[in-house]
DNA sequence: TACCTTTGTTCAATCGTTTGCACAATACCC
DNA sequence: GGGTATTGTGCAAACGATTGAACAAAGGTA
């Protein structure tokens, strides 16, 4: 019992059975070639036997180790986390398995990152790039192995990768008329940081439900700089230093919104009867805070599906014909208690 | 320049520079039976080269594939997203990398997730067990293989495995003295489902609180059943359909706390003055409600890296003699607005 | 009977590394 | 100078699967 391996080989298995290897890797693949008596046989034998397949062997003889890779800034954030959900669980059912890197927005961990999973041959590579990363030439050893590469969340043109994202502008559009709609007119923005293209676009979202609807724009309603956790709270105090009159927000971040709200709420204004709020991402905090915040679902689960459908597409075309794709999902705004207004 | 495979190889190299391959993998895994010169200049061809080491090949002849499987419920919690990212920081420092299985809390996924990472032979596995999972057989393999095998968050003794887990038990002890060094006397309990071992610890540490403390235990105070999200809500109506009178909350879960609490809110009772609460988990939105919600920090992100550091000492030692090991974490409390009474 | 298919199996090479062993060249010691 | 270490490389066999080609046996056809 005690063999030199701790697992079983289709050598073993042709042994016991008076069959050569080559047999019994046609066999257990339902290779056409084997007649049904040894197919069954075989696959009998293997169950007997705790017969496991080595994919690394498969995968250094075929070239595939049925290994999808995926780099992200940080696995402990609620988008991301879901991303990754959505891609293992359908990249699992077509027998590919995930591995994960993280950057923590570092340029170094992204180019080693890569360098990583090139190592371990994964037959194609999703990346969300590092805020941190300016250059690109590490992305190019991805193309170099020609294997599939897809961008996701932060993408790049420069990089002429597949790309799988959700309109940005579409959302904060929506998310802007539906502020329109409750009756608000001076719609204030916090804007985020432009040269990251998913703010930018979604400025470009609020900037165009102003005009579709005829509001004109007012640039001390739109404040700019890092939408992060306590810049909402800046924000307002930024709104007020200003001396100009709002009744409503629609924030590029849910956490911007949030602070946002909380610091409100201490000035003894009512949301949203005097400030109606809407975020963008949907973080699961949001239906729990009081009021229940209004958002943007990024629909991070499905993006990440996206990405292994379109994975398994790109896998099956011959690599010399890929042409980068582009996937664009379209947002739907949820609407809670922080922006709906009782009916006038 | 456009070889056969993508990639060039150690027979490339060595052929560049007219030694053979075994020297140049000698040379390029600082072997000292090679000489500083040709070490030297196989590195530097190596670079020149793009030579990137196949660790599919390697792995098949050493047996060592570098990477590690996680089996999880659900990689979109934050949780788990948590110690994801901890194992993986650790893990890729040693050199490893991380592949993630997702079992939605279903027996079937969780076998299937087990056959995958041995059929892609990591060296070694963590697993949160799931929620259906109640017999074994399919860790059996994983000891069969002879890996390290590690249980965390949900463990079972009967797997007789290694363990990573918090001291459930002197969490919750600490949170129910935090609440009754605020004065509250009359503290309310959801104990969540005690045949899960999580729950079982936490109510066992909030009757030893009580107990040091000299306070009576009043069974009516304690709310059994799921500490989902609805379930805060249900059992506050039923601590007040029982008629008991209660000054503090300690929740089994974050989301039965805040739930609680809004139901709290809207029957005009004051947190903390009249009903402090504090839940279990340190679930990101805890410090974003209103009150911020005080709870018991879980250190999920500790928890990973304390399993790959785990990993890493198990992989050294020699397979036979590896004797399970049980690693505790000890919790703090995370005191906010909820449970923080104005000094008397 | 001779020849051609079809069917099922074996042979042997291959994927890219690693590694025990052999071996040559040089250094060391008395 | 003869014998023994020491040092640096090469040889060749793994690791476990896949796969084109060869081949034997059986069946089919004229």
Redesign the interface.
């Known amino acids: 019992m005690s063999k030199k391996?701790?697992?079983s080989t289709i050598h073993d298995i042709a042994q016991a059975l008076g069959l050569t290897a080559s047999s019994v890797s046609r066999a257990l693949n339902d290779n056409p070639r084997i007649s049904e008596a040894t197919r069954q046989a075989v696959k009998e034998q293997a169950e007997k036997m705790?017969y496991?397949?080595?994919?690394?062997?498969a995968?250094?003889r075929t070239?595939k180790?049925?290994?999808l890779g995926i780099i992200i800034p940080?696995?402990?954030?609620?988008f991301?986390?879901?991303i990754?959900?959505?891609l293992?669980?359908v990249a699992?059912q077509s027998g590919y398995?995930?591995?994960?890197?993280?950057t923590?927005d570092s340029y170094e961990a992204e180019k080693s990152a890569v360098?990583?999973?090139?190592?371990?041959?994964v037959e194609g590579v999703a990346v969300s790039v590092s805020a941190k990363t300016l250059d690109f030439k590490h992305f190019d050893?991805i193309k170099?192995?020609?294997i599939p590469l897809i961008l996701f969340d932060r993408t790049m043109d420069e990089i002429g990768a597949s790309e799988v994202v959700i309109d940005d502008r579409l959302g904060a559009m929506l998310a802007t008329e539906h502020l329109i709609e409750q009756g608000c007119r001076r719609i204030a923005h916090f804007a985020g940081l432009q040269h990251i293209s998913i703010y930018k676009k979604r400025t470009k979202g609020y900037l165009d439900a102003l005009e579709k609807h005829g509001l004109s724009y007012d640039e001390n309603l739109v404040v700019f700089g890092e939408v992060k956790e306590g810049s909402g709270d800046a924000a307002v105090n930024t709104l007020y230093e200003r001396g100009v009159s709002f009744d409503a927000i629609f924030s590029s971040s849910d956490f911007a919104a949030?602070w946002a709200m909380?610091n409100l709420?201490k000035r003894g204004v009512r949301i949203p009867d005097d400030v109606a709020i809407i975020g963008f991402a949907n973080?699961?905090?949001t239906e729990?805070?009081?009021p229940a915040l209004s958002t943007v679902n990024q629909l991070?689960?499905d993006l990440g599906s996206a990405i292994a459908n379109l994975f398994l597409e790109e896998i099956n075309v011959k690599k010399e014909q890929r042409k980068p794709q582009k996937i664009v999902l379209m947002p739907e705004i949820i609407v809670r208690e922080s922006s709906k207004r009782v009916i006038r």
């Open positions: 391996s701790e697992h705790n496991r397949p080595n994919l690394v062997a995968g250094l070239g180790t049925g290994i940080l696995a402990n954030r609620a991301f986390a879901s990754i959900s959505g293992e669980r699992n398995n995930v591995m994960i890197c993280q923590g360098e990583a999973l090139l190592r371990a041959r050893r170099q192995a020609k949030i909380k709420q973080e699961p905090f729990l805070v009081t991070a689960d």
